[in-house]
């Protein structure tokens, strides 16, 4: 069981560098097609790998979705569809950046809440001890 | 016969700790002078016990004692010594000794130390100190026993993991750990002072000296972390927002709101609440931190030894100890009252918002962290928040932070005007906009962002060197060293600020598949692919590809860049070649030769500008957290006054109330 274990580390850590991500060949001729292709790719989880993008990544599974959103882009798909459509198979686990929907929303509202509690928190207590000073 | 030397010692150590608790806390209780000296004696003997245990696992390590599960699975006879020595802290059991170690080194050095505090106080901390090290060194004797044997020793070992196999990943883990669990300090001198209903002067000089020590010893890790995963892992990335990076970014951030907040405490004596409320948030974090990484729950590059029954305990562990003390504080805070009243425009005011930014700071970064992990278990959904969501919510908390930076030490305490200090520093404002305008003349306004961070950069650069500039020509007495970390530190931040921005808004990648003799352009570079060559060593194969670097003013360089495959765990790896300079880093990655050609190699070339600043920042950072250390102010220990707080006031020099 350890020896598997370690066996699976190790074939985890053999994409652990980047000498296999995005190669010469999966890229498109249209430079602004391909820069569009990189931004997207840095924003799509390698679900392989342990927190890489399928930009880094150097897993067979990440070239295999890089060669598939380029394919989608060629084909005319906008950034949303390319998101779409790879959410439609693999789960919006498939995206760093969580959507703005739904109860993702206190996800992306929590810093602006955190500050503004801790601003009418402080300014309170300021004000109170102000008042007693 | 090491390894059972250390069982022993290590088995000792639990009683020893439960009788340091004990003797302190009782003792403190019942104002029972030789029980108090018990336990400053359980405390030193404690260390003792749990370095020569520590000392017998690295030890069995060297030696390569294959009879012990741990060194079987972590370690190999062909590996060299500096990771043998190295692969004793580089795995679970092994890193949680050192855990163990540090706390215990951490409570012998009050016992020795901290004669400067009231014997009472002493007492508690070193009664709370040693409770945390009945909880860890039972988690590891029970949970984790690094002196475990095989049944049958084994032959030979697995090896380390070669991602790891490198100096500046060798000596990470000691420096992250002594700054982990040197919050253990703060934390024990906040719940003593809790228990005791009251402050001191020479507390507030304790809780800053503890906190900044463990802070310095907290950069450095982090920078050595940060520094291996660039040039190791082949993306010429510095920071990835992986949830181990940020378990321990969280305590950073809260470290350094803590110790700008005791300077109040011990100054000016507000903020008092406040700054027990974040020493204790500090450890807790930094708990939060050590089950983050090895329980294993959040799935990420560092996570090696995955055992989720082990996270149970360390959750158990921090839900009392951070329960514990909340609660205490929730019941104990308001006995503890400021005394000094400040205006929101002055130097305590600045100090404030400082906290307030990166307290949120640090709540984004836990938010996004445990985000994935609480919504997983609620609804079974999986999300990920990767570093798109840091990078849009962490970022722009800190730029008002920048913003004020420069401000703070040129603001007056109590009562002090945003436009006088503006005026005193200037220069720092002409200087932070003519970078604005000359770095969007020279880059374009591509990331407007970074325009306007790296003129923050030079803002907090300028403002910096003419405060200095201004305390050596005012004829008031000579700055000490604290003024000078000060000024260090924050010079650091302002240096590793450029660092940043450079690096992720300038930084040029090439992707090519080249033949030998094939050349091509990078940054004003002309890089011309020779040949490759096979190599092996101890432990390794490697084929290395060697590159010829003209640089645009006709120096001419080799650059080697190499791919290493590690039979014994079946890994690669590869080692960038770099080049370094402060101007930027040429970086070249050698890839597999995907494609049908078998002469041509895939490279990876990028142009890092000024990426050796961030480290330079860091280590600015380091050093003048010690410079304030080494402060004489803070090293005299004073017998504590009976009103510490009237005496200490009077000892304040002209400088410090300016």
């Known amino acids: 069981m350890k020896r598997l274990l370690v066996l699976f580390a190790a074939a985890v850590f053999a994409f652990a560098d980047a000498s296999m991500a995005l190669q010469p060949d999966e890229r498109l001729d249209d430079p602004a097609l391909e820069a569009r292709a990189r931004a997207l790719a840095a924003e799509m989880r390698c679900l392989v790998c342990q927190n890489q993008s399928i930009d880094d990544s150097s897993a067979p599974f990440a070239r295999d979705v890089r060669l598939l959103l380029r394919s989608r882009l060629e084909a005319g798909d906008t950034d949303e569809e390319v998101r779409a459509f790879l959410v439609a198979r693999f789960g919006e686990f498939i995206l760093l950046k969580p959507t703005t929907q739904g109860v993702n929303l206190v996800l992306w509202l929590s810093p602006l809440l955190a500050l503004a509690f801790a601003s009418i928190v402080a300014w309170w207590y300021y004000r109170r001890w102000r008042a007693q000073g | 016969m090491i390894a059972n030397i250390g069982l022993l010692a290590l088995a000792l150590a639990l009683p020893i700790a439960l009788l340091q608790s004990g003797a302190s806390l009782w003792g403190a209780q019942r104002h029972h002078d030789r029980l108090m000296q018990v336990g400053r004696n359980a405390a030193l003997?404690?260390?003792?016990?749990?370095?020569?245990?520590?000392?017998?696992?690295?030890?069995?390590?060297?030696?390569?004692?294959?009879?012990?599960?741990?060194?079987?699975?972590?370690?190999?006879?062909?590996?060299?010594?500096?990771?043998?020595?190295?692969?004793?802290?580089?795995?679970?059991?092994?890193?949680?000794?050192?855990?163990?170690?540090?706390?215990?080194?951490?409570?012998?050095?009050?016992?020795?130390?901290?004669?400067?505090?009231?014997?009472?106080?002493?007492?508690?901390?070193?009664?709370?100190?040693?409770?945390?090290?009945?909880?860890?060194?039972?988690?590891?004797?029970?949970?984790?026993?690094?002196?475990?044997?095989?049944?049958?020793?084994?032959?030979?070992?697995?090896?380390?993991?070669?991602?790891?196999q490198d100096p500046a990943l060798a000596i990470h883990p000691p420096f992250l750990y002594f700054g982990y669990v040197g919050l253990s300090l703060p934390f024990s001198l906040a719940v003593a002072a809790l228990l005791e209903g009251g402050i001191s002067s020479a507390w507030a000089r304790w809780l800053r000296i503890t906190t900044l020590a463990s802070w310095s010893a907290l950069t450095i890790g982090i920078a050595l972390g940060s520094w291996w995963a660039y040039r190791e892992l082949g993306w010429g990335g510095f920071w990835f927002w992986d949830p181990v990076e940020n378990a321990s970014l969280m305590p950073w951030l809260i470290a350094i709101a803590l110790f700008h907040c005791a300077v109040i405490v011990e100054k000016r004596g507000a903020f008092r609440q406040w700054s027990i409320f974040l020493a204790i948030i500090a450890f807790s974090l930094a708990m939060l931190g050590t089950f983050?990484?090895?329980?294993?729950?959040?799935?990420?590059?560092?996570?090696?030894?995955?055992?989720?029954?082990?996270?149970?305990?360390?959750?158990?562990?921090?839900?009392?100890?951070?329960?514990?003390?909340?609660?205490?504080?929730?019941?104990?805070?308001?006995?503890?009252?400021?005394?000094?009243?400040?205006?929101?425009?002055?130097?305590?005011?600045?100090?404030?918002?400082?906290?307030?930014?990166?307290?949120?700071?640090?709540?984004?970064?836990?938010?996004?962290?445990?985000?994935?992990?609480?919504?997983?278990?609620?609804?079974?959904?999986?999300?990920?928040?990767?570093?798109?969501?840091?990078?849009?919510?962490?970022?722009?908390?800190?730029?008002?932070?920048?913003?004020?930076?420069?401000?703070?030490?040129?603001?007056?305490?109590?009562?002090?005007?945003?436009?006088?200090?503006?005026?005193?520093?200037?220069?720092?404002?002409?200087?932070?906009?003519?970078?604005?305008?000359?770095?969007?003349?020279?880059?374009?306004?591509?990331?407007?962002?970074?325009?306007?961070?790296?003129?923050?950069?030079?803002?907090?650069?300028?403002?910096?060197?003419?405060?200095?500039?201004?305390?050596?020509?005012?004829?008031?007495?000579?700055?000490?060293?604290?003024?000078?970390?000060?000024?260090?530190?924050?010079?650091?931040?302002?240096?590793?600020?450029?660092?940043?921005?450079?690096?992720?808004?300038?930084?040029?990648?090439?992707?090519?598949?080249?033949?030998?003799?094939?050349?091509?352009?990078?940054?004003?570079?002309?890089?011309?692919?020779?040949?490759?060559?096979?190599?092996?060593?101890?432990?390794?194969?490697?084929?290395?590809?060697?590159?010829?670097?003209?640089?645009?003013?006709?120096?001419?360089?080799?650059?080697?860049?190499?791919?290493?495959?590690?039979?014994?765990?079946?890994?690669?790896?590869?080692?960038?070649?770099?080049?370094?300079?402060?101007?930027?880093?040429?970086?070249?990655?050698?890839?597999?030769?995907?494609?049908?050609?078998?002469?041509?190699?895939?490279?990876?070339?990028?142009?890092?500008?000024?990426?050796?600043?961030?480290?330079?920042?860091?280590a600015l950072m380091a050093i003048g957290g010690g410079c304030c250390l080494a402060d004489r102010r803070y090293r005299a220990s004073r017998p504590e006054a009976k009103r510490g707080w009237e005496s200490r006031q009077e000892n304040l020099s002209v400088e410090e109330i300016q």
């Open chain 2, 45 to 164: 003997m404690q260390a003792a016990l749990l370095a020569l245990a520590f000392a017998c696992l690295v030890i069995a390590f060297l030696s390569s004692d294959f009879s012990l599960a741990l060194v079987v699975a972590h370690s190999h006879s062909a590996k060299p010594f500096l990771y043998k020595f190295a692969a004793s802290w580089g795995n679970h059991e092994g890193s949680l000794a050192l855990w163990v170690l540090v706390l215990a080194l951490a409570g012998g050095a009050l016992a020795i130390l901290g004669e400067s505090l009231a014997p009472r106080l002493r007492a508690r901390a070193l009664g709370i100190q040693g409770s945390l090290g009945v909880l860890f060194t039972g988690f590891l004797l029970f949970a984790s026993n690094p002196f475990e044997r095989l049944p049958t020793p084994a032959l030979d070992g697995f090896g380390l993991n070669p991602v790891l």
């Open chain 2, 292 to 618: 983050l990484v090895r329980s294993g729950v959040l799935v990420s590059v560092h996570s090696f030894a995955t055992d989720p029954t082990r996270g149970i305990f360390i959750l158990a562990i921090l839900v009392c100890v951070s329960g514990g003390a909340l609660l205490l504080f929730s019941a104990r805070a308001a006995r503890l009252r400021d005394d000094s009243l400040f205006a929101p425009v002055s130097r305590e005011g600045a100090v404030l918002v400082n906290n307030l930014l990166l307290c949120c700071g640090c709540a984004s970064v836990f938010v996004g962290t445990l985000y994935p992990l609480a919504l997983e278990t609620l609804n079974g959904a999986k999300v990920s928040v990767g570093a798109p969501f840091f990078n849009l919510t962490f970022a722009p908390l800190m730029l008002p932070l920048f913003f004020l930076l420069p401000l703070g030490p040129v603001l007056a305490w109590k009562q002090g005007s945003l436009l006088g200090a503006l005026q005193r520093i200037q220069l720092a404002v002409l200087v932070g906009l003519a970078a604005i305008i000359g770095t969007l003349a020279y880059k374009g306004a591509a990331p407007l962002w970074a325009s306007l961070a790296f003129g923050l950069g030079v803002w907090i650069l300028v403002g910096v060197c003419c405060e200095i500039f201004q305390r050596l020509r005012s004829s008031e007495s000579r700055p000490g060293a604290s003024f000078w970390g000060m000024s260090l530190a924050h010079a650091g931040m302002g240096v590793l600020l450029l660092g940043v921005v450079a690096h992720s808004a300038w930084s040029i990648e090439r992707i090519e598949s080249l033949r030998p003799g094939d050349s091509l352009d990078v940054a004003g570079f002309n890089i011309t692919f020779e040949n490759t060559a096979f190599t092996r060593s101890d432990n390794f194969f490697a084929e290395q590809a060697l590159l010829r670097v003209r640089s645009g003013n006709g120096e001419v360089f080799d650059l080697t860049a190499e791919r290493r495959v590690y039979p014994i765990r079946a890994t690669s790896t590869s080692e960038s070649a770099i080049n370094y300079s402060l101007a930027g880093d040429l970086y070249v990655v050698l890839g597999d030769n995907w494609i049908a050609d078998a002469e041509a190699r895939v490279f990876r070339f990028y142009w890092n500008p000024l990426v050796s600043l961030i480290w330079l920042g860091a």
